[in-house]
């Protein structure tokens, strides 16, 4: 079960980041 919950965790934070870096590449391509 421990082994699960980190796992939850480590997609979660790759999915924050993946959105991280998307909105930072439209910022940068369409700067308002």
């Known amino acids: 079960m ?3 919950t980190l ?3 480590y997609v979660k934070q ?3 980041l993946q ?3 998307h909105t930072a590449n439209s ?3 369409h700067p308002e």
Do not use: E, N
């Open 7 to 9: 796992l939850v965790k």
């Open 14 to 16: 790759i999915d924050y």
């Open 27 to 29: 910022s940068r391509i």
């Open 2 to 4: 421990a082994s699960v």
């Open 19 to 21: 959105f991280i870096t």
